[in-house]
């Protein structure tokens, strides 16, 4: 049994390997070793696929949910099973979800944790789009953004800005489409946060890792914890808090994103937070929890913090 996404498939990781290999004429997948748990294959991605000794572990345990998850000791490469299919048949992602269907049985998975379709679609249709010349009425800058280490680049690629009064720090807010949704407000003196009544808690920043095709994402609670991270180099979401919604994970679980980076706050919600994430979240991407220094979040961390941190996954 192998699970991917919503789809229980019955049948076996070696029966699929010997499969690949077979509709490859033995180009990929030449030898197969079993060895605790996994299966030894000659890797795709390493050598022009003629490597002599199999060095590519792929999880055959039909107990896991990391079954059919592949990793390759010797060049790094990781995924899921769909992934590995796709390489070997040189056939796209959603081509290889068909070829499994095509070769097996399977059936759909009941997950009484996630809520059904009709609520992502209940969500859209009952969104407030903003016309983005609203926008304009906040275009300034603050000395309030640069205390908290944004730089002018970020600023204005993400369209901060501040009330005219100069009293509140403005985050336009997107959904995953890239329809204005919301316009947040951060208070400059004390920590008020003003989030749009009618605005779905969606995620900030996801619609430009989409736009940019990003596969590695990092996962901050924040606003300013988020854009941080890209002033960085690394290109995050904020979800609003610790909190994940099971709206939040829909969205994400619809993605073609690959792998996460947790970033949450090193206190009981944000450890709380993150467990959540990792229940709700697909089966077929990779999850790598970083446990932020005690009292501290991405947003004041500095550069070196935050790079020593990811550098030690």
């Not at 969606?202 to 596969?215: A, D, G, M, R, V």
Request: net charge negative.
């Amino acid at each position: 049994m192998i699970k991917i996404h919503n789809l229980i498939f019955h049948t076996t990781v070696e029966t699929i390997l010997q499969l690949i290999r077979t509709e490859t004429n033995g180009e990929y997948l030449k030898k197969q070793n079993r060895s605790a748990g996994n299966i030894m294959v000659t890797c795709p991605f390493h050598g022009d696929h003629n490597e002599n000794h199999p060095s590519c572990g792929v999880i055959s345990d039909s107990t896991s949910s990391m079954n059919g998850v592949y990793n390759c000791f010797t060049c790094g490469a990781k995924g899921s099973i769909i992934d590995l299919i796709s390489v070997c048949l040189r056939i796209d992602y959603s081509s290889a979800m068909v070829w499994m269907k095509n070769h097996f049985a399977y059936s759909k998975e009941v997950k009484e944790d996630l809520l059904p379709e009709i609520t992502l679609e209940k969500e859209k249709e009952d969104k407030v789009i903003l016309d983005e010349s609203i926008l304009d009425e906040y275009s300034y800058f603050h000395p309030y953004m640069f205390e908290r280490g944004l730089t002018e680049e970020v600023i204005r690629k993400f369209r901060i800005g501040c009330t005219p009064e100069g009293d509140y720090i403005t985050f336009p807010c997107w959904d995953e489409d890239n329809n204005l949704i919301g316009i947040c407000k951060r208070s400059v003196e004390g920590k008020e946060f003003i989030l749009p009544k009618n605005m779905p808690k969606s995620i900030y920043l996801l619609n430009f890792i989409l736009k940019e095709n990003i596969s590695t994402v990092y996962v901050c609670e924040g606003q300013f914890d988020a854009l941080k991270m890209w002033v960085y180099g690394y290109p995050a979401i904020a979800l609003f808090g610790a909190g994940t919604s099971k709206y939040q994970m829909q969205i994400l679980n619809s993605t073609g994103i690959r792998n996460y980076i947790l970033m949450y706050d090193n206190d009981q919600a944000g450890r709380k937070g993150a467990l959540r994430f990792k229940n709700l979240i697909r089966k077929d991407v990779f999850v790598t929890d970083i446990i932020m220094p005690q009292g501290k979040d991405c947003g004041d961390c500095t550069k070196q913090e935050i790079d020593n941190l990811l550098n030690n996954i």
